[in-house]
């Protein structure tokens, strides 16, 4: 597959929105809800491509008055939601478009009211939620797709059961899956993009995606939607060869062995320890 | 009564408690007190065994008298901290960048000047082994002329690799704060090599770009010429990469006429055999009742107890320190023109620094 460029994005797309638009058209508020949780390069995977979510709005606001658009973002206990649009380019993408890029905080995000809870924010309670994850690979969750970044927005480090409740909550019209980059344990440019409306069932794609049973991945109930309906025209074994399987960084794992190895030497040799293993700093 | 040179730490973040801990490994050094405004950072060096810890550093320095005085602040701090600690007649090794700007960097060393003491600066990067044997080989004249050469330092700056476990720390992504980007981080680690190196360097080219929308550069690359030895060197330096340790992203390449080296190829092969052998020869010394060599596993901070170490023995002998306020100084002028040069103004506004 080539490289999705910007340029080719928002017919990419117009096309995926396509099926999907009616329904969008009667809508009174949407909120466009890329995955933002912290000021990584768009090109590791980690956070939506803000190129897509422009692309995403932009063509929403063809048929949404831009005044009944936004751009949601959540945030998390690590980054706030206020400077991430800025650090991310959000702010700078979407000035002079009539579409206003707002923080969930305020609203019950992540670091609102909503921290520790799984309080869905009103903006997404309320409003046509329009999903744009990106898709990752993640120690905790295993994988990181449309359902967990929907739960992001609501619980920073969502454990699976908050995931099952915020999908049984917030159910978005429509969600695009931004595949210009995954990552799969390291960035890759793997250049797809993929629409639906049954979030199970991209999830479920996502898994296969990544090489990863769905039954490895806790939250992720039977698919309501056959998974081949939705990647008609698109071979998923293209997909697997170009995110390479590769094993997630367990460095959190490798730093407590690393800590326990060292506490052991520190006492052997009388040598200092270094700051980082002599304990919590939790001031 | 003691002979014992009395240090002061201000600022235990993670490299001010390694100055905490190296300075009570050296001999004929005592640790008197710390100071940090955060209580968790306090009850760390409590822990480590400093009996008096302060809130705030100036507290301290009024308190206190002191030899040498550790300058491990943020660096809007470093002036108006070592201003003080020189007044009150303490000598000053202050953590990099020396300063956010000239005029703060000119301030520090009248300081110094006006209480008679000496300022040292934190540039680590002489003293990493690597760094040291490639300085070797260029002084031994065994590459020839160097026409070329390439500092490079990147790493993630103030944010972490996936998956992050802290907030992102907001005076860090303050330009008034910080003095700077990844360039006044960074970089003057660079410039203080190359200018060890090769001599005064002069300014010919700086790039300063984002990768992120953040208020500062956090990529930087700048051109510089030694008219001394003849040398162009080009300055990489960066906040976009994640650094994983002990993998780090520092390297000075020289393309000599003889042939070229890189201090990569000096590093030890694969840091994890380096440090379980530097621990088994630690354990060892325990065992026939040496001291170890601190640090030494961990290659890196082994790089700031040695220039601390440094810095202490200069000062209990009266002589010059290796690495200067004045070398510090000349880091961030540097800096400064690169700033002007690109079209960004400093983010520090001049201001005066009370004496």
């Avoid at chain 2, 704060?177 to 006044?184: D, R, V």
């Amino acid at each position: 597959m080539e490289t999705v460029s910007e340029d080719q994005i928002r017919p990419l797309v117009d096309e995926l929105l396509s099926t999907h638009r009616a329904q969008l058209t009667g809508a009174s508020s949407v909120v466009v809800l890329p995955t933002a949780h912290y000021p990584y390069h768009p090109t590791t995977g980690q956070v939506t491509n803000p190129a897509v979510t422009e692309a995403v709005a932009l063509s929403l606001s063809e048929s949404v008055d831009p005044d009944r658009l936004v751009v949601g973002i959540g945030g998390s206990a690590w980054a706030d939601a206020e400077t991430l649009p800025r650090y991310l380019g959000y702010t700078e993408r979407f000035r002079g478009t009539g579409i206003d890029v707002v923080s969930l905080d305020g609203h019950g995000g992540p670091d609102g009211n909503g921290t520790g809870g799984t309080a869905v924010p009103a903006l997404l309670e309320e409003n046509v939620v329009v999903n744009v994850p990106t898709l990752r690979r993640s120690t905790r969750l295993r994988m990181v797709a449309g359902m967990a970044s929907l739960a992001w927005a609501v619980r920073a480090e969502p454990e699976s059961d908050v995931v099952t409740t915020v999908a049984e909550s917030v159910r978005p019209a429509v969600s695009i899956l931004d595949g210009t980059y995954v990552f799969d344990g390291v960035p890759s440019k793997s250049k797809f993009l993929l629409g639906s409306a049954d979030p199970v069932a991209l999830d479920q794609v996502c898994a296969t995606i990544l090489g990863l049973d769905s039954e490895a991945v806790a939250y992720l109930p039977e698919s309501t939607a056959p998974v081949h309906s939705m990647l008609e025209g698109v071979r998923m074994e293209s997909l697997r060869a170009d995110v390479h399987s590769r094993k997630v960084d367990a460095g959190r794992e490798s730093e407590r062995l690393l800590a326990t190895g060292y506490r052991l030497y520190s006492r052997l040799s009388g040598d200092a320890l270094p700051p980082q293993f002599v304990g919590d700093v939790d001031g | 009564m003691s002979t014992d040179i009395a240090v002061g730490v201000l600022g235990a973040g993670n490299i001010g408690t390694v100055h905490v801990q190296s300075a009570r490994a050296m001999d004929g050094v005592s640790v008197e007190c710390v100071a940090d405004t955060d209580p968790g950072r306090r009850e760390r060096v409590e822990r480590l065994g400093v009996d008096r810890v302060y809130e705030d550093y100036r507290a301290l320095l009024a308190a206190e008298p002191l030899d040498v005085v550790v300058v491990a602040l943020p660096p809007f701090l470093h002036c108006e901290a070592t201003v003080e600690a020189a007044r009150r007649g303490s000598n000053v090794f202050v953590e990099k960048p020396f300063a956010r700007t000239p005029a703060e960097g000119q301030r520090m060393i009248e300081a110094a000047d006006d209480g008679g003491v000496v300022l040292g600066v934190d540039h680590t990067l002489r003293y990493q082994p690597e760094i040291q044997r490639l300085h070797e080989e260029y002084e031994s004249g065994r590459l020839g002329h160097v026409p070329l050469a390439t500092a490079t330092r990147v790493n993630h700056g103030p944010f972490e690799p996936p998956e992050p476990s802290a907030p992102v720390p907001d005076w860090q992504l303050d330009p008034e704060a910080t003095g700077g980007g990844a360039l006044i981080d960074l970089g003057v680690h660079l410039l203080d090599v190359l200018e060890w190196f090769f001599g005064g360097l002069e300014l010919r080219h700086a790039e300063l770009e984002t990768q992120l929308n953040l208020p500062y550069e956090d990529t930087a690359t700048l051109v510089l010429r030694s008219t001394e030895s003849g040398t162009t060197a080009v300055l990489n330096c960066g906040f976009f990469q994640w650094e994983r340790p002990p993998d780090i992203n520092t390297s000075v390449r020289l393309d000599g006429i003889t042939e070229t080296v890189d201090s990569s190829q000096y590093l030890p092969r694969n840091l994890f055999v380096h440090a379980s052998k530097a621990a088994a020869k630690n354990v060892v010394r325990r065992a026939v009742g040496r001291e170890p060599s601190y640090f030494e596993p961990t290659y890196y901070y082994r790089a700031h107890f040695e220039a601390l170490r440094e810095f202490v023995e200069a000062v209990r002998a009266g002589r010059t320190p290796p690495v200067t306020g004045v070398d510090g100084l000349r880091t961030v002028e540097i800096v400064s023109q690169a700033y002007e040069m690109a079209g960004k103004r400093s983010p520090v506004p001049t201001v005066e620094v009370g004496r």
